[in-house]
């Protein structure tokens, strides 16, 4: 049995990995190719494309994954699918505007662009609620074979040019990922778990958008470069994100569609297995990376290279810290204690606003995003671990 546990993450851990892949690449040529204003610009706007997956993902997709502990066929409809597209075409397509100046039609075809992984990450989750986990793995293997073999070093090196790229990528992959899960779905309407969906949708907007909405507005009010710098080191950490994000998506995965995780021991002491050992990981990989930028002087053309190492500071330490105290939250989603998890993240949210309004009326933007990020790093493990270890050992004390 235990050997089994262990062979199930892996189909999942891959397609982590591979998704992460696909998603720096085009950062990464990016940075290379493109002068430092255009490469702010385009990463306000894939970042504004990764915030609708997310945001779409903590709305809909993952809460009815986790429904699907006590309803196994709550799949998600393709016309709600529809519906949280169309709203993140719309969403990105505005960012396009207001932080790059974007032409309408120009700003329309980067929000059809940008929306297209919300629904190619519809295709995933239905492959993973319907036990086809290989079959995640596969099309994200062929999203990042995608990106990886198009003219991106050939094109034109413009948002557009490269928003076009990801959108069609994404649309390619879902495209044969579909046929392989199941058309009909069980027919549970949305309101069956839109309350642990809304509680999730706040955590989500809480979470992310606090760290996020300063990047927007900084780069509105034309910031320094100091934006470009925190953005590539979120590309070059991507590998921490798509561990953790594996560890979580399994952990939500198993305890969905497998026995073994029914009891919350169970679950619990996998969380803490998956801290610690991501917690160590984060720490290692942050530590070269910024160790290997600082001794050989490296910094792509779009980035400066105190930005760049002020960024790997900032984010490094936040992604260490958030991670680690993160997979706790998800651990108490699967054993449902929705409402706990989302008003701990209001409390990091305040505390990460608190720091980015104090830095900037200190020195400005820069010393906004520094005492925004280093606030968010701290109160997340302060406010997340005694909330996790009250309710993990209430629900041992009930469980027969």
Known sequence: MSRRRLRLPRPLT????LSSAAGAVPMLIAAVRMDPPAFTSF???TLASVLAVGGSRAALYQP???FQRTDSASLVPARYMVVVSSLSALAVAAIAISSTGAAPAEAGLIGLAGAVPVFYDWVRYRAIGSGRRWAVAAGDGLRLTLVSATALPLLAATPLSFMFVIGVSCAIAAAVV?????LRVGAYPYRRYRSSAAWQTLDFVVGQFIVSLPLFVLAGSGANDLIGGVRLAQ????PLNLAFAAATTNIIADGATHVDYRQASAVIARGWRASIRLGLLATAVVAILTGVIWFTGWAPAGVERADLLLGMVLVGASTILTGWSGIHGIVLRVLDHQSAVTLVRIGIASATTAGFLIGYALGGDEWSLVLGFGANAISAPVLFIPVAVFHYRRDTRETP
């Open 14 to 17: 891959i397609a982590q990995i």
């Open 43 to 45: 990463s306000i706007l």
């Open 64 to 66: 009815a994954l986790i």
């Open 178 to 182: 579909l046929p392989q899960v199941p």
């Open 235 to 238: 590309t070059l950490l991507g």
